[in-house]
């Protein structure tokens, strides 16, 4: 990939994570642990994804089970202090033809999100939008049923998921290029 792309990419990727808005949030899953569906094994290992105000996100996946991956997420901000640590057991429910990932936290429930793959090294996440899915949802409780309905409904539309944020593999030749490329610039 030439420097180019890579910079028009970059300026793409950090014009959307400023538009982001904030995840759905549910007390109910879209599937148990034991109905989960396998996850990738590409996950696992240690991934970064860097914000256009020199913060950077890092996640370490590890395997719980085949179908239920630890995810240990940190935010750093620019000067590199650890600002937010965060703990998930994250597992997918089949919607349709694409895995949308359970994110579960103690303190926050449910949020829910999709992966998709550039290469081995590489993958974005969006987020399901708050706003499109309480917009949706009316009700203050929903079953497993109705979220999962309502998914089966909305799934192909592009407004109900966030702007992807890209994670690159720690240590990958993509995640080289773009610690050169950010110090370049000036991250």
């Given amino acids: 990939m030439n420097l180019k792309i890579l910079k028009t990419a970059l300026i793409t990727l950090f014009a959307a994570i400023v538009l982001i808005g904030c995840p759905y949030q549910s007390e109910v899953a879209l599937t148990d ?15 970064v994804a860097y914000h256009e105000n020199g913060s950077r996100d890092e996640l370490t996946i590890s395997k719980l089970n085949t179908k239920v991956m630890d995810v240990r997420s940190k935010t750093f901000d620019a000067s590199g202090r650890a600002k937010e640590v965060y703990g998930f057991r994250v597992f997918g429910a089949k919607v349709l033809d ?16 999709k992966i998709n793959w550039e290469n081995k090294n590489v993958f974005s996440l969006q987020f399901v939008n708050e706003n499109f899915a309480t917009e949706k949802l009316a009700a203050d409780s929903i079953t497993q049923k109705e979220l999962t309905d309502f998914f089966t409904e909305n ?17 990958s030749p993509e995640h080289e290029k773009i610690k050169i490329y950010l110090k370049k610039s000036g991250f």
């Fill in 98 to 113: 694409q895995v949308i990932y359970n994110f579960e936290n103690k303190e926050v429930g449910y949020m829910f999100g």
């Fill in 33 to 47: 642990y034991e109905n989960a569906e396998k996850f990738e094994k590409n996950l696992l290992g240690e991934w």
């Fill in 155 to 171: 799934i192909t539309e592009e407004k109900m998921f966030e702007n992807p944020l890209e994670f690159y593999r720690k240590n």
